[in-house]
């Protein structure tokens, strides 16, 4: 009996993710472990007929110059309770040079919550290319009230969603 309460936690626990609702804004930042460097991260879950998808916002500024990439991401919740996004496909950017288009991200993220607020924490890596080393880092991402966000990536699709219908 003095067992039931622990293994009960274990558990439940993986199951915490399937009962939150990861759709919405999300942000924060993504730490590069090469670079020692953290940029701004931004991301929006949508769900449609039981299915996530999403879009993801990089931005950081070089002399005085703002860069940032939007990408498409999958978004699927794996059976331990994870969040796993992956790169779709490179919907725009402005960086100086060519993106290489074979250099997919993932992102593995737990959910968590306190109180009110709810947060997304993990890793990330980068498959290697020819050209490209993988890279790896943490992200760490919470929940934004949508009415009370002032968001790169929000304002970027409501600017394009023309555009974008064509590519869901």
């Known amino acids: 009996m003095k067992y039931l309460l622990p293994v009960m936690a274990a ?17 924060g930042t993504i730490y590069n472990d090469s670079t020692k460097q953290s940029l701004e991260y931004e991301i929006v879950i949508s769900k449609e007929k039981g299915k996530f998808t999403g879009y993801s916002h990089t931005s950081y500024v070089i002399n ?13 919740i794996a059976k331990d309770g994870k969040i796993v996004m992956q790169d ?3 919907i725009e950017n402005n960086y100086s040079s060519n993106q290489h288009k074979n250099v997919i991200q993932l992102n593995v993220l737990d959910l968590a ?19 490209y080393q993988a890279l790896t880092g943490r ?3 919470k929940k ?14 409501q600017a394009n969603d023309d555009n974008l219908t064509a590519v869901k």
């Open 88 to 90: 779709a496909k490179w």
């Open 113 to 131: 919550s306190a109180g009110e607020q709810h947060f997304m924490d993990g890793l990330f890596v980068t498959n290697q290319s020819k050209g």
């Open 11 to 27: 558990l439940c626990c993986p199951m915490m993710a399937f009962c939150q609702d990861i759709t919405g804004l999300w942000k």
């Open 64 to 76: 005085g110059t703002q860069y940032y990439g939007v990408k498409k991401i999958n978004v699927r």
């Open 139 to 141: 992200i760490s991402l």
């Open 144 to 157: 934004e009230d949508p009415l009370l966000a002032q968001a790169q990536l929000k304002k970027y699709l």
